[in-house]
């Protein structure tokens, strides 16, 4: 079946330390690769995507995530977490040729210490 | 621009009642996705709208039903509410389907089921 892990439910970073986000999938073929975050009460903002081409992909607020095709992840990392980044995390695929149904994680939640 | 706007923030109903949520989309997008989100969960996919016709739906049964008018707004209707309907529902618009398409998503409504 088609699946997306986020094996951490609930993450604690100081401020300052760096950050990764572990996420796997399950798929025939590799899918469309996405990270959102999620800040209480708001909606889904996009971080990054990976389609093809270069694995390391840059996004914002100084995010990357690298695809790794034979680990079948995409890893979220930040080198210095800053108290704004706590939210929760989502990572999501679309699979090649689909309408662009997003298939999502159950998210990590990050909680930033002074 | 205008992002995507959701309608209301949030709704009490009870038990077998129906409600409508509604969701414009953004400034030149054709396409809107609806998304469930229970407490604890990542967002699950309902279905999606283009050109004011269903474009693909998830695993949701045809209580859920929806609606595209010709300026690209959307309502997702629920009949027959149960409890476990309670979720946020968030709305997403795109510039056209597809999987390669970055999904732009609203604050959502926090539906609570008595």
């Known amino acids: 079946a088609q699946s997306v892990t986020q094996p951490d439910i609930h993450i604690t970073v100081s401020e300052g330390a760096s950050l990764e986000l572990r996420c796997n999938y399950s798929?025939?073929?590799?899918?469309?690769l996405f990270w959102y975050v999620q800040s209480p009460g708001q909606g889904l903002q996009l971080l990054l995507k990976y389609f093809s081409g270069d694995t390391l992909v840059q996004g914002i607020k100084g995010f990357e995530a690298e695809f790794k095709r034979s680990q079948s992840s995409f890893n979220l990392r930040k080198p210095s977490v800053h108290w704004s980044d706590a939210a929760e995390y989502f990572c999501?695929?679309?699979?090649?040729?689909?309408?662009?149904?997003?298939?999502f994680g159950k998210g990590t939640k990050l909680s930033v210490k002074p | 621009e205008t992002g995507v706007t959701q309608s209301p923030t949030h709704l009490i109903k009870t038990r077998g009642q129906q409600v409508t949520l509604r969701c414009s989309s953004q400034?030149?997008?054709?396409?809107v996705s609806w998304y469930q989100q229970a407490l604890g969960q990542g967002p699950q996919f309902i279905f999606q709208y283009y050109r004011e016709e269903e474009n693909g739906r998830g695993n949701f049964p045809p209580r859920f039903s929806g609606l595209q008018f010709p300026n690209y707004s959307s309502e997702l209707n629920v009949n027959a509410l149960e409890l476990d309907d309670s979720a946020l529902y968030l709305c997403a618009s795109s510039l056209v389907p597809g999987g390669v398409e970055t999904q732009y998503f609203g604050p959502g409504t926090r539906l609570l089921v008595l």
């Open positions: 999501a695929v679309a699979p090649r040729g689909s309408q662009g149904n997003l298939i």
């Open positions: 798929y025939g073929a590799t899918p469309y």
């Open positions: 400034s030149g997008h054709n396409t």
